[in-house]
């Protein structure tokens, strides 16, 4: 082992503290660490990571997951500026503060209309994970008064204006169609 006594004179001194690590000048080479910390935004936590200096971190192993949502990266900046960062380069030191973009998964809404006419002609709209529903169809059948939409696996009712919060595709029944006659 090697021990380094380093003493800091008056105003030239080649070197800093900074976070608890020792980092020198560009004249003389880095010496140190680098922590890298991951914003996951939502996302599976990811603990910080700590590297010698010289080390390169690829991040290709450092990936979260959330729930209905597609990874795009890892980002410097909060706002997503510039490209991302797939891995940080040897001489790196101090600490890395890295964001995770994420973009909503598109899913498909079809509809099965049991027996009912008009307004049939849609089968399918496209919708983003945590988006809501702005449009369904409304069909109709002679005699029959229709109440709402079912999720033909759940059975929960699907209405205009609710948040799509499935991870999946889903199908609606038109099975709330009732034989009551409108007044």
């Known amino acids: 082992a090697v021990t380094i006594l380093l003493t800091q004179t008056a105003s030239a001194a080649p070197w800093q503290w900074h976070r608890n690590e020792l980092i020198f000048d560009s004249e003389i080479g880095f010496f140190g660490n680098v922590t890298v910390t991951f914003a996951s935004d939502g996302g599976s936590f990811i603990r910080p990571i700590t590297k010698r200096y010289g080390e390169s971190i690829s991040l290709e192993s450092y ?27 040897k001489g790196t030191v101090g600490t890395v503060d890295l964001y995770a973009k994420w973009e909503a998964n598109e899913y498909k809404i079809s509809f099965d209309y049991a027996f009912a006419t008009g307004d049939c002609d849609i089968e399918k709209i496209k919708i983003k994970y945590d988006g809501t529903i702005e449009f369904l169809p409304a069909p109709t059948k002679i005699g029959s ?22 991870d999946e595709n889903i199908e609606l029944g038109s099975n709330k169609i009732s034989n009551k006659k409108k007044e």
């Open 63 to 89: 990936v979260p997951t959330k729930y209905g949502y597609t990874f795009k990266g890892w980002y410097k900046n909060a706002d997503f500026s510039g490209e991302a960062v797939e891995k940080l380069l």
């Open 145 to 166: 008064t229709f109440d709402c939409w079912i999720d033909k696996q759940t059975g929960k009712k699907i209405s205009i204006g609710d948040v799509y919060n499935f």
